[in-house]
């Protein structure tokens, strides 16, 4: 069998909202012989740029702006890529423009919202549900090479999550699937997973300028350091992946550590030390720290 006969078995594809994650999502599937019919973005420029960019290694997808969702090509699935704000507004347009004989499937890609947002299309016909990629994607073409292998969370109706669990076989990744209202409480872990750790590490660098040095130079003498408790936690559970100061129960660094915070202009690092001491130390209790030690630290980070 060709390719492209192969292709031909899969579902068509479009995509409204022509982010990074669109796009990403636009060219992973494009690569697996998804046909990507249309990309849509508010602006009709940003599409056609977008639609450039997907369309590098063959067919380039129809580009267009939001006002001209009346244009958008039959499609087997329709993703919705687009801030969260804005995806129930999508969907009610999408309703009123799309008979109820449609039998196509709709999904949307975020985090925090259940596919209820998309009963509008529901009411329509469609099949309704949610794919979020557990990856962190700051560039369209990196981060489509991201979803390939990465974890999705699935949810909504049985055919919906079936289509999705194809999706996500097809870009090599795995899947899960977890209750409607908990999504919420899902993306609040991926937050402090992904861009509360983007930020941690921010205020980590600004203590080493603190110290002398350039920001540049402390995200590079940092970044090693992060890494390699990433690896730590590829392997092993947090309390065994915890090292340092509260791991070992240094009471007199704790000290150290919160003189040093103490400035005015170190208020905020110092907050997020102690909120996060205070875990480090649950972490290092379940490893049996000595019960002094534990009491000690916890008294001063209080």
Do not use: W
Not at 49 to 74: C, D, H, T, W, Y
Not at 156 to 169: D, F, I, N, W
């Amino acid at each position: 069998m060709t390719k492209e006969s192969n292709a031909k078995k899969k579902p068509s594809v479009a995509v409204i909202g022509a982010g990074r994650l669109g796009q990403a999502l636009a060219i992973a599937l494009k690569s697996c012989d998804y046909p990507v019919v249309a990309l849509v973005a508010q602006h009709r420029r940003k599409a056609e740029e977008a639609a450039a960019v997907v369309g590098k290694s063959g067919s380039r997808p129809r580009a267009l702006a939001a006002s001209q969702l009346a244009e958008l090509p039959a499609s087997d699935l329709i993703l919705i890529a687009t801030p969260d704000d804005a995806i129930e507004q999508a969907a009610e347009r999408l309703s009123k423009l799309f008979g109820s004989e449609n039998r196509a499937t709709a999904l949307h890609t975020s985090g925090a919202l259940s596919s209820e947002v998309l009963n509008s299309l529901r009411a329509g016909g469609f099949e309704t549900g949610s794919i979020h990629p557990l990856v962190s994607i700051s560039e369209p073409a990196a981060g489509a090479e991201a979803l390939r292998g990465a974890f999705y969370c699935l949810e909504g109706t049985r055919k919906a999550k079936t289509m999705a669990a194809s999706l996500v076989r097809d870009l090599g990744g795995s899947s899960f699937t977890i209750k409607p209202e908990n999504k919420a409480l899902y993306h609040a872990a991926a937050v402090m997973a992904s861009p509360h750790l983007v930020s941690l590490f921010d205020l980590a660098t600004e203590l080493l300028a603190a110290c002398g040095l350039s920001r540049r130079q402390s995200q590079q003498v940092l970044a090693p350091l992060l890494e390699s408790t990433v690896n730590n936690l590829k392997t092993s559970n947090p309390q065994r992946a915890l090292t340092g100061t509260f791991a070992r129960g240094d009471v007199a660094t704790v000290r150290r550590h919160l003189e040093a915070l103490s400035g005015k202009e170190l208020a905020e690092a110092l907050e997020v030390y102690k909120l996060l001491g205070l875990h480090s130390l649950k972490l290092a209790e379940k490893n049996n720290l000595d019960p002094q030690l534990s009491y000690q630290i916890r008294k001063l980070l209080k």
